[in-house]
């Protein structure tokens, strides 16, 4: 039975703390080593097992780098302000402040017990008036330098949770919280212009260190398109409009535009026999996020405004329809439709019975199945037709410009970021309306605006703090008349676009943080945290860090230099963990039974870490047997090694093949460990704890070589085991601490084996295995096989067809 469980994780976890082994020096030797996972939200009670996948193989990755000479930050805090605390308040009567408060110490005694190496000394916990002091202080920077503004739009609207949604919290027209029917509404917000780093934001995706899959969602979201801009004129009227296009060259085949139902040309070209189809048709709308709306494979809807538009290239009239495929967000809220050569215009065209005009064909000129979207040539396009995709952009909008009609044009999917929010637990938005001034910033000097403790915070659809005449009622930091506070307060992603920085000055009270400390210790070297984030927050800080460089707070361009998405650790059913299936696995729990080091590891050996599975409570029991299995040989070695008896000096057959597995262990968990391939380093280590069992059974040892094994074999396992393999090195050397050991290196000589074992095959089956040197040619090795007893007595009597060597690996006899 092993020794190891939570007692050992205790002794070194207070050691740990008493001798500050983990306390960061940024004027240490060492290359700067940022590591950092994203930080938890403490709606809940406690940490999960994804917690603890997100976590724990982390820190090791982060234990290793530092065993390899770097010199390692890894802060933790909590991201504390949001929807789901609120919401837990508004169900259970318990204020936000005090479940947050209560939830945050709950974790962080939990993330103690894994035993990470977190810089506690550096946490930074969002919902502070110290941290959101600097939040607000990033907001005025933003308005200070014209990146901050305010302007009426239409927002998704959650009735139930009375608040804005953004367009990814929108699932199948209802809120993802509380699957409520979203609606749209006009409100007054606050944005962040984003979309002037747009270019910016794309070209910079290409110089880092991300999956593909996150960079090319990013390119997708911010989604640049080079086209043009082209007039159409609504026919009997005076009323024109612009359209954007990538595809210009098929102007001759439009033959309907569609406008979003957002567009306020739709009440002014709707007739009254279609006035009544159109209004329940934009009331349908309202129900649909923008994401939804632009679905591909969703079924194209739409209805006639009863009105026409002049095409501008050729004079056709075309109906102008509305189709919640056209955002108003997106261009010009209005497109033209090209059903011959576009896929959602065809779908559009077909269910519509509306016209479909070729205008493009291949370039071969061979008959085309419609839509057909690649570039070709003109056709039907009159003074055009014969010229290529290329050639017709540029000669379609030279003739419209010269008309007035249209112009080149380079457009972005990429909205401003909308970060007014009507709920309380948040920062509040730190502006003052006064009568005569209008909307005045906040002095900085009397930040932060304090978010007050006594408020009704249950949803009736207006911002809670509105009710609280104590928080509302102030003065005109200009005029010093009566005004009113801002009651809306900031998107938590405004929490989570800088933390990165304020982790480095924490403690800073003067300013958000030391530009010489943050360019020193920034960009984050290596990012840990979940995909779903691709489009928001990670977006957010690369935007926060490029506004504030400009600004001349910091020198760097980007906040995350290489970024790892965890996989995600689902139910023993292999579903997603929820407390609703009664499928979630409590770490603490088995922590209890096992120790934090066998949780740690099974997390690791169990699941390709980008990939993540299905917990196996048999894969936690088989890991717990292994560190058992380690525990066991340890101490035969160690006791071997005092004992002094049967004591050789020599490297013979025995010790060379156990320095074989000890350096190929070596070698895989350094490789494998580094790209985060948690589950095959570990597979190496249990390929030498094999090797030591067989080792051990040897009558006479070389007992300093086998230390000296030990000691290597102990240093690997460290960052993968941190308690056991402290008390197993404690045990081994008598010092303190393992981690403050060096990283072993490999020997490349001593995975160069003087003898191989090749398997012997009769017809197909092993009949034997033999040793022979690694240098043998093909003839000596066929010599070797035919020349074992086994293979004598399976050959006897027949006849050797042939015999096939595979060198390295096996022998194969064919006998008849």
């Not at 809220?333 to 576009?342: N, R």
């Not at 205008?359 to 000129?365: A, F, M």
């Amino acid at each position: 039975m092993s020794n190891y469980g939570t007692a050992i994780d205790k002794k070194w976890q207070k050691k740990w703390e008493e001798t500050e082994l983990y306390k960061f020096n940024p004027d240490a030797e060492g290359e700067k080593l940022y590591v950092l996972e994203m930080f938890s939200y403490p709606s809940g009670s406690q940490l999960h097992a994804g917690h603890w996948f997100n976590y724990g193989p982390v820190d090791s990755w982060a234990r290793l780098k530092k065993m390899q000479g770097y010199n390692v930050f890894q802060p933790m805090g909590f991201d504390a302000f949001g929807l789901p605390a609120e919401n837990f308040a508004i169900k259970t009567g318990i204020h936000p402040w005090d479940s947050t408060e209560k939830n945050i110490k709950t974790m962080e005694e939990q993330l103690r017990a894994m035993g990470a190496m977190f810089n506690w000394e550096n946490e930074v916990i969002t919902c502070t008036p110290e941290y959101y002091k600097w939040t607000q202080w990033v907001f005025l920077q933003l308005l200070k330098n014209g990146l901050a503004y305010r302007k009426k739009a239409p927002v998704n609207w959650c009735p139930s949770c009375n608040t804005v949604l953004a367009n990814e919290q929108v699932v199948d027209g209802a809120c993802e919280r509380c699957s409520t029917e979203v609606t749209k509404k006009d409100l007054t917000q606050w944005f962040f212009k984003i979309t002037e780093y747009a270019d910016e934001l794309l070209e910079k995706l290409d110089t880092l260190d991300w999956p593909e899959k996150t960079v090319a969602m990013q390119k997708h979201w911010i989604g640049k398109s080079t086209g043009a801009e082209v007039n159409f004129k609504v026919k009997n009227s005076d009323i024109n409009f612009n359209v954007f296009t990538t595809r210009v060259d098929t102007l001759n085949g439009v033959t309907y535009v569609v406008l979003a139902p957002e567009n306020p040309l739709v009440d002014e070209l709707t007739t009254d026999e279609n006035k009544a189809a159109v209004e329940e048709y934009k009331e349908a709308a309202k129900k649909q996020s923008d994401i939804e709306r632009q679905s591909l494979t969703r079924e194209k809807t739409g209805v006639f405004t009863g009105s026409y538009a002049i095409n501008p290239i050729n004079g056709k009239e075309v109906p102008v329809w509305v189709g919640d495929y056209v955002l108003a967000t997106y261009g010009t809220g209005a497109v033209m439709a090209v059903p011959a050569h576009d896929e959602r215009d065809y779908a559009f065209a077909t269910k519509f019975n509306l016209p479909i005009d070729q205008v493009i064909t291949s370039k071969k000129g061979e008959e085309v199945e419609l839509p057909y979207c690649e570039y070709g040539v003109l056709v039907n396009s009159g003074e055009f037709d014969g010229l290529t995709t290329e050639e017709a952009k540029e000669a379609i909008v030279e003739k419209l410009a010269k008309q007035g009609l249209g112009s080149a044009k380079v457009n972005y999917r990429l909205r401003d970021w909308l970060v007014s929010r009507q709920r309380y637990w948040g920062a509040p938005i730190p502006i003052i309306y006064c009568e005569d001034c209008g909307a005045v910033p906040v002095p900085e000097k009397d930040l932060p605006v304090e978010l007050p403790y006594n408020v009704e915070f249950a949803p009736d659809g207006k911002s809670p703090l509105a009710k609280c005449e104590e928080f509302v009622n102030t003065t005109c930091p200009c005029c010093g008349k009566p005004a009113k506070r801002e009651c809306d307060t900031l998107d938590t992603f405004v929490c989570s676009s800088w933390y990165q920085m304020r982790y480095v000055d924490n403690k800073n009270d003067k300013i958000a943080f030391d530009k010489e400390k943050v360019d020193k210790m920034l960009p984050v070297d290596k990012y840990v945290g979940g995909p779903e984030h691709a489009c928001m927050h990670l977006l957010y800080a690369r935007f926060i860090t490029k506004a504030l460089r400009d600004m001349g707070y910091l020198s760097f361009d980007e906040p995350f230099k290489s970024l790892t998405h965890q996989g995600l650790i689902l139910g023993p059913d292999g579903l997603k963990m929820s407390k609703s299936k009664g499928n979630t696995i409590s770490p603490d729990d088995y922590i209890k039974e096992y120790g934090a080091d066998v949780f740690r590891m099974y997390l690791m050996f169990g699941f390709a870490y980008t990939e993540g599975g299905a917990w196996s409570d048999d894969g936690i029991k088989s890991v717990a047997r292994f560190v058992d299995r380690i525990e066991r040989y340890l101490t035969m070695c160690r006791e071997a090694i005092e004992a002094g008896t049967n004591n050789k000096t020599t490297m013979d057959k025995a010790e060379k093949e156990l320095n074989f597995w000890l350096n190929n262990a070596i070698k895989g968990v350094t490789e494998d460990g580094e790209k985060m391939q948690f589950n095959t380093a570990i597979a190496r280590m249990m390929e030498f704890i094999n090797a030591l069992s067989k080792y051990m059974k040897e009558e006479t040892k070389n007992l300093d070589f086998l230390k000296n094994v030990c000691e290597s074999f102990i240093k690997i396992l460290a960052p993968f085991a941190p308690h056991f393999a402290e008390e197993q090195w404690s045990l081994l050397t008598g010092k303190y601490s393992v981690f403050n050991e060096s990283w072993p290196a490999f020997d490349a000589k001593a995975l160069v084996k003087d003898e191989i074992e090749i398997a012997i095959q009769v017809n197909g089956k092993i009949k034997a295995r033999i040793n022979v040197a690694s240098d043998l040619n093909e003839e000596g090795i066929k010599a070797a096989a035919l020349a074992d007893e086994a293979v004598i007595a399976a050959t006897e009597g027949k006849t050797i067809v042939k015999v096939i060597v595979i060198k390295g690996r096996l022998v194969n006899i064919v006998v008849k």
